[in-house]
């Protein structure tokens, strides 16, 4: 096991659940914030589609920016290791 984890084939368990903890609460993070900022904007929308496309296009974008820090994050994280 050793060699392997020298190897970079495993890594320690604890690295892991911190690396994806932190990951699911960035993520809760950025995605409760979006109400706040998008409801001035979305109230005053009468088409239930434009509604619908905004709020698609920042949680695509939410979602997106978090996969890219979350990769980035989670690599240092096993880094550490």
């Known amino acids: 096991m050793e060699f392997r ?3 970079g084939e495993l890594v320690e ?3 892991v659940q911190k690396a994806a903890f932190e990951t699911a ?3 809760n993070h950025s995605l409760m914030s979006l109400s706040p900022q998008l409801a001035p904007q979305l109230a005053a929308l009468s088409d ?3 509604v619908e496309r905004q709020l698609t296009a920042a949680l695509r974008q939410r979602l997106n920016e978090a996969a890219q820090v979350s ?3 989670f690599g240092l994280t ?3 290791c």
């Open 78 to 80: 096993l880094e550490e």
């Open 71 to 73: 990769g980035d994050d």
């Open 5 to 7: 984890k020298a190897q």
């Open 48 to 50: 239930p589609w434009e």
């Open 25 to 27: 609460r960035s993520l």
């Open 13 to 15: 368990i604890s690295f």
